[in-house]
Every structure is written in C-alpha cells, then in structure tokens.
Nanobody, 125 residues
Framework: QVQLVESGGGLVQAVGSLRLSCAVSRGSVGGSTMGWFRQAPGTERALVASIRRSGAATFYADSVKGRFTISGDNGKNTVYLQMNSLKPEDTAVYYC??????????????????WGQGTQVTVSS
C-alpha cells in the first residue's frame, strides 16, 4: 500500500540544474535510509546518493560528488535531489528508494523496501 511519487525530471542543457522530489503519498514508511538511484539504458541501477532519515549522514557516488545534494524534509517522508552542473552522462531514469539498512549496505538496491516510479532526466550537450 505504500506509494512513493517522484517529480521534477525533465530535459535540460548541460550545466543546467534540476531538483527531484520523492514523497510518500500513501501509507507510512519506516526505516533508516532514503536514497536516489539511476539507471540508463543497458546499465544496472546504481546508487547516486543516500541520506539517513536522521539527516546526519550522506553518501554520494564519485561521479556526482560536488554537483548533487540530497536532503529530506522535516517529516522525513520526502527526499530531494538537487542536481547542478548537469552533464550528458547524467541522463537516466532516477528512482527514489526507502529502506531500513546498515550504513555499509546503502549502495545495494536489493536492500531497499520501497521505490518510486522513476522520473526521466535528460541532459543535452
């Protein structure tokens, strides 16, 4: 019954910015971690960024470090991904995820319990 709804994707030019959001629209979600994954055609789903629901600890993939920022709202039922200085290689479908997992396990998609529907981000050169 849990539903996560994503928004904010779209088409932008290189060096532009987008802000993705993911909100719990139905049900309630427990757990320790919120994250953003992305998947391009022909590739496996990979972690972009994660944040503990306490807000204390964050993780970023090397490819987005310094450009993307993950954050949550006060109620910890919405997670955001601010994407700056976008590159064509950032083009992918982006998925939010919630789960209860150890900090060391945050990069593995199989450890997350709930997923958004995905939102397309396309960056043109």
């Amino acid at each position: 019954q849990v539903q996560l709804v994503e928004s904010g994707g779209g088409l932008v030019q290189a060096v532009g910015s987008l802000r993705l959001s993911c909100a719990v629209s139905r049900g309630s979600v427990g757990g320790s971690t919120m994250g953003w994954f992305r998947q391009a055609p022909g590739t496996e789903r990979a972690l972009v960024a994660s944040i503990r629901r306490s807000g204390a600890a964050t993780f970023y993939a090397d490819s987005v470090k310094g450009r993307f920022t993950i954050s949550g709202d006060n109620g910890k039922n919405t997670v955001y991904l601010q994407m700056n200085s976008l590159k064509p290689e950032d083009t992918a479908v982006y998925y939010c995820a919630f789960g209860n997992l150890l900090l060391r396990d945050t990069s593995y998609a199989r450890n997350y319990d709930y997923w958004g529907q995905g939102t397309q981000v396309t960056v043109s050169s």
